[in-house]
């Protein structure tokens, strides 16, 4: 019945919606398939339903011992449940090893001689450096229903009168000593207690919505995990453990439930009645992975980027090369480590300067169009939005416009987000290796003098159309991945766009701490 209902909503959805919507809509799904075939394990956004641990109930009982047969009320409260925790990490560059259902753990039950539950251990969750986590809202269908909506619909649904339902309430929120659960719904006490109880609860539902609509989950990783942001005692005394930092609270676990100790009055010496644990707290985020790339390649498809991030890397980045389009499906982050310009001797240890490069898929005309969605569309684009530098790489040999594709390229990333194509520093013209031998006055052997100033006069031209429309600074390279030349020149300046964008924000961190 839940599935054909939900079949049914989702059927009004769609019927409400155009056309065009509706055939962008499977347009992006199809892009998303194809981004995940092969196996492929890459996953840059995802939607999580997180639920705190749920507490322990708590335990009706009396205390028994020699020469005692009638003691005190002695039942213990149950444990509180775990609540979750995410922490960023950089050893993780994908959200396919975060599950989509978490849930806490539960507290454990009370038990009697004033034995109280143990608390729920803590859920801590590891997702990559650089996620975005948004809590949907409340009028999004998407958010997984909390513990009243599910409660009302599963009474709705199943056609309850209102003594059952009230029945059904009262047995999921207490517990009874055996052979007094209806003795003690007749008593005037429990009466008082359940109401006061049930004032609570509707103030806990409020208190949660408010905190919804009002201060909804957001969160933005761009930094890994500091342990010591954890509120602790630099002087503490030794052999004392300090409490260990778990990441950032998601999903607090629910309270444990209350022994009947909790409820002895003047007119009830002998409650034998207890409360269940809590349900934990119920979100559902929207995490979307950004990845933290110091610079970002963009190119149309089969321009060699992936060719070129193998030579940058020295091999080490694991990408996939051949020669048709869209062999990139996924964005593939490596590392150039440079070698130190200080002199040395050759014994002496010194520490690389290293820095990250983004390959990702090609970019074609209308890839951001929010209804053309054309190729593989631009959510992968999502892993350069941080990125300080962006370089263009574009095919250099005779059978390609290099400005007619810079154009293209420009146009796409100003409409996925503006201003992004103002971060371009340098244009990589690959495949220079081509130029003079795909010349018509060139010989096979060896390109003439006539087809090598051609190809001159083409760097030219490609060189005054960077300097009219991206700008003065913008420097124009050819290269030749495949036989990995000139590519020192390469490196040396995407060095330079990388130590000059971190000590921005070195300054700006300073700026801050000293404000």
């Known amino acids: 019945?839940?599935?054909?209902?939900?079949?049914?909503?989702?059927?009004?959805?769609?019927?409400?919606?155009?056309?065009?919507?509706?055939?962008?809509?499977?347009?992006?799904?199809?892009?998303?398939w194809?981004?995940?075939?092969?196996?492929?394990?890459?996953?840059?956004?995802?939607?999580?339903?997180?639920?705190?641990?749920?507490?322990?109930?708590?335990?009706?009982?009396?205390?028994?011992?020699?020469?005692?047969?009638?003691?005190?009320?002695?039942?213990?409260?149950?444990?509180?449940?775990?609540?979750?925790?995410?922490?960023?990490?950089?050893?993780?560059?994908?959200?396919?090893?975060?599950?989509s259902r978490i849930r806490g753990h539960n507290g454990q039950h009370?038990?009697?001689?004033?034995?109280?539950?143990?608390?729920?251990?803590?859920?801590?969750?590891?997702?990559?450096?650089?996620?975005?986590?948004?809590?949907?809202?409340?009028?999004?269908?998407?958010?997984?229903?909390?513990?009243?909506?599910?409660?009302?619909?599963?009474?709705?649904?199943?056609?309850?009168?209102?003594?059952?339902?009230?029945?059904?309430?009262?047995?999921?929120?207490?517990?009874?000593?055996?052979?007094y659960g209806e003795s003690n719904i007749e008593r005037d006490d429990f009466k008082e207690v359940e109401a006061s109880m049930y004032k609570l609860e509707r103030e806990r539902r409020l208190a949660r919505r408010r905190r919804l609509d009002e201060n909804p989950i957001f969160l933005d990783l761009d930094k890994e995990a500091d342990p010591t942001s954890s509120t602790e005692a630099d002087n503490a005394p030794l052999g004392i453990r300090q409490p260990e930092y778990l990441g950032h609270l998601i999903a607090k676990g629910g309270q444990g439930g209350l022994g009947n100790p909790t409820f002895v009055s003047t007119s009830n010496r002998t409650p034998r009645y207890a409360t269940r644990g809590h349900e934990g707290e119920r979100v559902t985020l929207f995490l979307e992975l950004k990845l933290l790339a110091d610079i970002g390649l963009v190119g149309m498809p089969n321009a060699g980027k992936s060719t070129l991030l193998r030579a940058l890397t020295g091999g080490r980045a694991k990408t996939d090369v051949a020669g048709y389009a869209f062999t990139t499906l996924n964005p593939v982050v490596g590392i150039v480590q440079s070698r130190p310009t200080r002199a040395g001797h050759h014994f002496d240890l010194y520490e690389n300067f290293r820095f990250t490069i983004a390959d990702n898929p090609g970019l074609i005309e209308n890839s951001a169009s929010p209804f053309a969605h054309?190729?593989?569309?631009?959510?992968?684009?999502?892993?350069?939005?941080?990125?300080?530098?962006?370089?263009?790489?574009?095919?250099?040999?005779?059978?390609?416009?290099?400005?007619e594709a810079i154009r293209i390229l420009k146009t796409e990333l100003d409409t996925y987000q503006e201003g992004m194509a103002s971060r371009i520093r340098m244009v990589v013209a690959n495949k220079a290796d081509l130029v003079a031998s795909q010349?018509?006055?060139?010989?096979?052997?060896?390109?003439?003098?006539?087809?090598?100033?051609?190809?001159?006069?083409?760097?030219?031209?490609?060189?005054?159309?960077?300097?009219?429309?991206?700008?003065?600074?913008v420097i124009v390279i050819p290269v030749s991945a495949k036989y990995r030349m000139n590519l020192r020149k390469v490196v040396a300046l995407m060095k330079g766009y990388v130590e000059e964008a971190r000590e921005e924000k070195l300054a700006a961190r300073e700026a801050a701490e000293a404000a």
């Open 1 to 32: 019945m839940f599935i054909h209902r939900a079949f049914c909503s989702s059927a009004r959805r769609f019927s409400q919606r155009s056309e065009e919507e509706i055939e962008a809509y499977k347009r992006r799904r199809q892009a998303e």
């Open 110 to 179: 009370g038990k009697g001689t004033w034995q109280n539950g143990k608390a729920g251990e803590p859920l801590v969750i590891k997702i990559p450096v650089g996620t975005v986590v948004r809590e949907l809202g409340r009028k999004d269908p998407r958010r997984a229903r909390d513990e009243w909506e599910s409660e009302e619909e599963a009474m709705v649904a199943e056609g309850l009168t209102t003594a059952e339902r009230i029945e059904r309430m009262r047995e999921k929120r207490w517990l009874h000593y055996p052979g």
């Open 34 to 99: 194809k981004r995940k075939q092969g196996g492929n394990t890459f996953l840059d956004h995802l939607i999580v339903t997180v639920r705190g641990g749920k507490g322990g109930d708590g335990c009706a009982a009396f205390h028994r011992e020699k020469f005692k047969p009638f003691g005190p009320p002695s039942g213990g409260n149950g444990g509180r449940g775990g609540s979750v925790y995410f922490l960023p990490t950089p050893a993780l560059t994908t959200l396919s090893t975060v599950p």
């Open 439 to 473: 010349s018509p006055s060139s010989d096979t052997s060896s390109p003439s003098a006539e087809a090598i100033e051609e190809a001159k006069g083409r760097l030219a031209r490609l060189e005054e159309f960077v300097r009219t429309e991206l700008g003065e600074d």
């Open 374 to 403: 054309a190729g593989l569309g631009h959510s992968f684009l999502r892993a350069i939005e941080r990125s300080p530098a962006l370089v263009y790489v574009v095919d250099f040999s005779i059978d390609v416009d290099p400005c």
